[in-house]
């Protein structure tokens, strides 16, 4: 029995590949898309979908791309797991937020208001 497992070095280099055929063929379809202007709208938009829908499968069969998917995975797990706050707490702390915003561009025109009174003075 003389099989040998695939090397580490000799994934990196496949997943290369995969990757440099994945922009490939992503560059393909946008040149397509623009080039093939006299198609109807529709038939090219389906084509760059399909080209597209492959270029992802292409990803996620290397290394980085299940781990992209994974993260993707675990991401969404930890959206479930957030509290989101009720309709009355986030009309409210708007409301704060807006009246800090006022307030604040309040205090600022004041404060110029006054210099520049104090330099028209000054200057004159």
Same mark, same amino acid.
């Given at each position: 029995?003389?099989? $040998? @497992? /695939?090397?580490?070095? /000799?994934?990196?280099?496949? /997943?290369?590949?995969?990757?440099?055929? @994945? @922009?490939?063929?992503?560059?393909?379809?946008?040149?397509?898309?623009?080039?093939?202007?006299?198609?109807? @709208?529709?038939?090219?938009? *389906?084509?760059?979908? *399909?080209?597209?829908?492959?270029?992802?499968? =292409?990803?996620?069969? !290397?290394? $980085?791309?299940?781990?992209?998917?994974?993260?993707?995975? #675990?991401?969404?797990? #930890?959206?479930? $797991?957030?509290?989101?706050?009720?309709?009355? #707490? !986030?009309?409210?702390? !708007?409301?704060?937020?807006?009246?800090?915003?006022?307030?604040?561009? =309040?205090?600022?025109?004041?404060? /110029?208001?006054?210099?520049?009174?104090?330099?028209? !003075?000054?200057?004159?």
């Amino acid at each position: 029995m003389n099989a $040998k @497992a /695939d090397s580490p070095a /000799d994934n990196d280099r496949l /997943d290369t590949v995969k990757w440099l055929v @994945a @922009a490939i063929l992503l560059g393909v379809g946008i040149v397509g898309f623009y080039y093939f202007d006299t198609v109807p @709208a529709v038939f090219r938009v *389906l084509a760059l979908l *399909l080209i597209g829908s492959g270029v992802v499968f =292409l990803l996620y069969t !290397t290394q $980085k791309g299940r781990f992209a998917w994974g993260f993707i995975q #675990e991401s969404h797990l #930890e959206v479930r $797991k957030v509290v989101w706050p009720s309709r009355q #707490e !986030t009309l409210q702390t !708007t409301g704060i937020v807006i009246l800090m915003v006022l307030l604040m561009a =309040l205090m600022i025109w004041l404060i /110029d208001s006054l210099l520049f009174w104090i330099v028209q !003075t000054l200057t004159t």
